[in-house]
């Protein structure tokens, strides 16, 4: 316990001079020049236009009924004399069946599709560069005490700048 409380003693004796003589205090410096830094910077920005595009609209012709009807009746009668008996029937409604599809390719083999073109409109977008220049912080030179110093900082200072000052024995000085 009296070791450590000498140890103790003993730091603070040599340290307490230099805590003493080291001083700091706030000042103002005379500011001599401002000059803004700039950098470049990307800002991309989106942009849009519109387009017109072509656009068909096929449609199919309106279909004739004549030549599912004409045909399903004339199988259903050709149909009719082929069979006997009760397969009359079946034959006939085979035949007329045959009959309706085979007037329906005839009668509309030619009618096809009509088509129509209009403009659609589409509107596209596309990111674009948009480069800026902003200013990164300010160069200043100001002069304390008679001497002339500079630094960068993100603010410009005005005609004062504080600063602070610290001050301490250079070495080992002697009375």
């Known amino acids: 316990m009296k070791r450590t409380a000498i140890a103790i003693a ?37 942009e849009c236009y519109t387009e017109y595009e072509p656009q068909v609209y096929r449609r199919h012709e309106h279909r004739s009924l004549a030549g599912p009807i004409i045909g399903g009746v004339a199988g259903g009668l050709l149909g009719a004399q082929v069979g006997e008996g009760s397969g009359r029937v079946a034959a006939s409604a085979v035949g007329a069946a ?35 220049r902003r200013i990164a912080g300010y160069h200043v030179v100001y002069e304390y005490g008679g001497r002339t110093y ?5 603010y410009d200072p005005g005609p004062r700048l504080p600063v602070r000052v610290h001050v301490e024995p250079a070495g080992d000085v002697r009375d």
């Open 10 to 46: 003993a730091a603070l004796a040599v340290g307490a001079p230099t805590a003493l003589a080291a001083r700091s205090f706030d000042d103002y410096a005379v500011v001599k020049e401002v000059d803004p830094e700039y950098e470049r910077v990307n800002v991309p920005r989106k």
């Open 150 to 154: 500079s630094t960068v900082l993100p």
């Open 98 to 132: 045959v009959g309706a599809i085979v007037g329906d390719r005839l009668g509309n083999r030619d009618r096809g599709y009509s088509e129509e073109i209009y403009e659609r409109e589409v509107r596209r977008c596309r990111m674009v560069d948009n480069w800026e």
